[in-house]
C-alpha cells in the first residue's frame, strides 16, 4: 500500500496534502475510539513534507498518514498513555521513532486510544473508555495497542506505531486482521516511549502488510546514543538464510482455553507452508510454558518502580490537598491510576519487598535466562518458533473485566519473546466462521527480522481467508 501511494504522489496523481486530509477526515469522524487526538498541526506537517517532495528528496513514507500510540511522546503534544495522571503530559522533545517519522516527511496524524498505561490485553482499560473491534464493534480490538491496530484495520491510518511489552502490538495486531511486529529489544530505541516494563517495552510498527511493517521497521530502527539499551547497526549479526525448518513448542495445544479454531486455523496454515517446501518439527522446550508466570512477576515489579515517580509531586497531576505527603501520594495515585494499573502496582511491590524478593523476583530472573537460552539454540536450527498469536480470536468487551487471569491467558503465546528480547510477527491467517479474523506468530533468532519478513510473505501468498 505504501509503495503505491508513493507511486501515486510522485507521478502527481495525488497530491500530499488529499491524501492527509482523506485520512484525517475519517479519523475525525470515526466511532471506534481509536483515536483520542487528531493533531492540529496537521498543515505544517503537510508543508514540511511538500517541500521535501520538491527537493526530490522524498522517501517511501513522505504524505503517508501515521498513527501513534499515546505513550509515544511528539514534542508539544500530549503524551498521556490514557491514564488520569498524565492527562496535562505535554511532551517536550520528540522521541527517537517520531524524529524519524518526520525526518522522511511523514505525517503523523493523531496519538491513539489504549489501555491505561499499557496494562491491559484489551483496551478496556483506558481512562477515556473502549476502542471497539472494526469487525465487531461488540467486541474488544485487544491492546494494549488497540487503538492503533484498529485505526490501521478500518483504514484511519496507513501505519501505526503501538508499543509490545508482552504482546500489546501482535495480539490486537491479530484481533484486527493486520500486520503487527515485535522488534528485537534493542533495534528500535525507546528514548521518549513512556515506560512500562524497560527490560521488555519495544515501540513496534503496524500495518495491513508485511511489506509495510518491514518499511516502516527500516526507517525506525537507527541507532540511538541517547538509549542506553539501544544496539549499533554493526552488532545487529544474524544469518537471515531460510533454512524452510520451522520448530513448533511441544504441547502448546495441551492446555485449556484453546479455541477449535485457532488450532484448526493453525493446522491449516501449517499444512499450505508445507506444500511450499516448509518442514515443521515439535520441540521440546522444557520451560517455555512458564514464561507467562515469568512475565507476571518480572513486569509488575518494573511497572512498581517506573511508576514511582508519577507521584504528584514530581510527575502527574496531583488530586488531594492534604499536608501529610504519604496521604497526598495514596490520594493522587488511588485516584489517577486505574484499577488494572494499582493493581500491578502493588503486586510489583509485593515481590520486590524483603522476604519476597529471593522467593520470587529472583527466581523469575533465573528462570528468564532459562527461557531465553532454550529459545536461543532452538533458532540456531531452526528459521523460527511457530505458534498461533492467540488462544482465541477478539472476545466481547467486558467477557473477561470481571477475571484478571482468564484476561491475562490472552498473551498465551506472544509473551516469550519479549522474556527472552527476540523479534517476533503476527500476520493474518484467515476468519472465523463468524468472520473473526485470527493470526498465527513467528518468532525469530535476534536480529532475525528479515527471516520474519520473509516467513510472513509465505502466509500472505497461502493464507485462505
Known amino acids: 500500500m505504501i509503495n503505491d501511494l508513493h507511486k501515486k504522489i510522485i507521478s502527481g496523481e495525488i497530491s500530499i496534502k488529499e491524501l492527509v486530509s482523506s485520512y484525517v477526515e475519517k479519523a475525525k469522524s470515526e466511532k471506534l475510539n481509536a483515536f483520542r487526538e487528531v493533531f492540529d498541526d496537521i498543515d505544517e506537517q503537510v508543508a514540511r513534507a511538500e517541500k521535501i517532495l520538491a527537493e526530490g ?27 488520569h495522571m498524565l492527562d496535562h503530559h505535554t511532551a517536550a522533545y520528540d522521541s527517537t521513532v517520531i524524529k524519524a517519522l518526520k525526518d522522511a516527511g511523514a505525517i503523523i496524524i493523531g496519538r491513539t486510544n489504549m489501555d491505561d498505561g499499557a496494562m491491559g490485553s484489551s483496551t478496556e482499560n483506558s481512562a477515556y473508555g473502549p476502542t471497539l473491534n472494526p469487525y465487531d464493534t461488540t467486541r474488544v480490538p485487544g491492546g494494549s495497542s488497540g487503538g492503533s491496530t484498529a485505526a490501521v ?38 528514548h521518549g516511549l513512556i515506560s512500562m516494563g524497560s527490560s521488555l517495552d519495544v515501540i513496534g510498527p503496524i500495518a495491513k502488510s508485511v511489506v509495510d511493517v518491514q518499511t516502516l521497521y527500516n526507517l525506525i530502527s537507527a541507532y540511538e546514543p541517547l538509549d542506553a539499551t539501544c544496539i549499533k547497526k554493526e552488532d545487529r549479526v544474524c544469518d537471515t538464510k531460510l533454512k524452510k525448518k520451522i520448530a513448533i513448542p511441544k504441547g502448546i495445544f495441551d492446555q485449556g482455553g484453546i479455541d477449535p479454531e485457532v488450532k484448526e486455523n493453525f493446522e491449516n496454515i501449517k499444512k499450505e507452508m508445507e506444500g511450499q517446501g516448509f518442514s515443521f518439527t515439535e520441540v521440546d522446550l522444557p520451560h517455555y510454558g512458564d514464561s507467562l508466570a515469568v512475565y507476571y512477576i518480572l513486569m509488575p515489579a518494573e511497572v512498581s518502580s517506573n511508576l514511582a515517580r508519577l507521584d504528584g509531586i514530581r510527575y502527574g497531576d496531583r488530586v488531594g490537598t492534604s499536608k501529610v505527603q504519604q496521604d497526598l501520594y495514596g490520594e493522587t495515585r488511588g485516584a489517577l491510576f486505574g484499577k488494572e494499573v494499582r493493581r500491578r502496582i502493588l503486586l510489583g511491590t509485593y515481590v520486590l519487598s524483603h522476604g519476597y524478593y529471593d522467593a520470587y523476583y529472583n527466581k523469575a530472573v533465573a528462570l528468564r535466562e532459562i527461557i531465553r537460552k532454550e529459545i536461543a539454540n532452538t533458532l540456531e536450527d531452526y528459521d523460527a518458533i511457530f505458534t498461533p498469536t492467540t488462544p482465541t480470536p477478539a472476545f466481547k468487551i467486558g467477557e473477561k473485566s470481571g477475571d484478571p487471569v482468564s484476561m491475562y491467558l490472552a498473551d498465551l503465546f506472544t509473551v516469550p519473546a519479549n522474556i527472552a528480547q527476540h523479534p517476533a510477527i503476527s500476520v493474518p491467517s484467515g476468519k472465523t466462521e463468524e468472520g473473526l479474523p485470527l493470526g498465527v506468530q513467528f518468532i525469530g533468532p535476534r536480529f532475525g527480522e528479515e527471516k520474519l519478513f520473509a516467513l510472513g510473505k509465505v502466509i500472505e501468498g497461502v493464507r485462505n481467508d
Do not use: E, W
Not at 57 to 83: E, F, R, Y
Not at 162 to 180: K, L, Y
Open 57 to 83: 528528496k522524498a522517501t517511501a513514507l513522505t504524505g503517508i498518514p501515521v498513527a501513534i500510540k499515546d505513550n509515544i511522546m511528539m514534542a508539544g503534544h500530549i503524551a498521556g498513555a490514557c491514564s
Open 153 to 190: 484495520a478500518a483504514d484511519l491510518a496507513v501505519l501505526a506505531l503501538g508499543s509490545d511489552t508482552g504482546g500489546s502490538v501482535r495480539q490486537p495486531s491479530s484481533f484486527c486482521g493486520v500486520v503487527g511486529m515485535l522488534p528485537t529489544y534493542g533495534t528500535v530505541s525507546r
